[in-house]
């Protein structure tokens, strides 16, 4: 059988009015062109669905078994297309978002909590991964959208600038140095470093602020995030260096913040998209996220 969706509009229409008159008013159609659909869905049923009488038309045993049958189905095509147009308005939808993982404790919380207040229906997928794995990840159609730095340009892929993020030294506290005085890369050649790992943007970024400034740390160790950089930092192990935004969700008792200088380092946080967003759910978090860096620029 092959019921079309009008055919089982026109059964509702019917059915409720009881009058064709009434029921082609409520789908603007004309009397004769209701009767007809009535017409090409009894034929598809094999069954009478009506009665008709001078006055009204009722249905007959085969049509109260239709009914049900009938309105599951529309309610069922009704929601699909209520559904379908939330996903193509972007309310509703899919976000597959990549971040580096110094990124996602600093900015993720508050990119949640306001794309969720406008987006209540979308769901968010997050990967946290190193800046070279986003880059294949949204060049293969696997994320929707990158946040992180230090990503190659790819012809295929848009590259959008948000902010600078400076970087600072920590130390331990009570080192003897004027709070108000930035530190340049060279009287770090006195201290132990703990640096990141190799994958990190934060290591290319001291290797560079140590071959610029001509000096090399005493000594150096490595460990796998600025958490653990920090624990080692506060226990005595030497001095290490963090994104400014980074401070906030580090506690920072026990140590000294100060300017880089002689190079003066920031990373470039960047985003990056496929050229075209494959759902208005994503387009619209791309646009929140351009609108908060904007509000951080200011």
Known sequence: MNYTLRQLTAFRAIDQHRSITRAAQEMGLTQSGLSALLRELEAEAG????????????????????????????????????????????????????????????????????????????????????????????GQGALSMALGTAFAQAPHLRHEHLWQDEIVVVLPQGQGIDAAEPMQWCQLAGHDFVAIKDSA??????????????????SMIEVGSMTTAIAFVRAGFGCTILPRSALGMLAAERLEIRRLVDPALARTIAMITPQQL???????????????????AA
């Not at 943007?201 to 005493?218: E, K, V």
């Not at 494959?278 to 951080?296: M, Q, S």
């Open 47 to 138: 069954e009478a669905l009506f009665s008709r009488t001078t006055r009204r038309l009722e249905p007959t045993a085969a049509g109260a078994a239709f009914r049900p049958l009938a309105q599951r189905v529309l309610l069922e095509a009704e929601a699909l297309d209520s559904e379908f147009r939330d996903f193509r308005s972007g309310r509703r939808g899919l976000v597959r978002l990549g971040l580096l993982p110094s990124l996602s404790a600093i900015v993720l919380p508050e990119l949640l909590r306001a794309f969720r207040q406008s987006h209540p229906l979308v769901q968010v997928d997050l990967v946290e991964a190193h800046a070279g794995t986003l880059l294949d990840l949204v």
């Open 201 to 218: 943007s934060l290591r290319t970024l001291s290797d560079a602020g140590f071959q610029i400034s001509g000096t090399r740390p005493r």
């Open 278 to 296: 494959p759902t208005a759910a994503a387009a619209d978090f791309r646009d929140l996220v351009l609108r908060k860096a904007a509000g951080r």
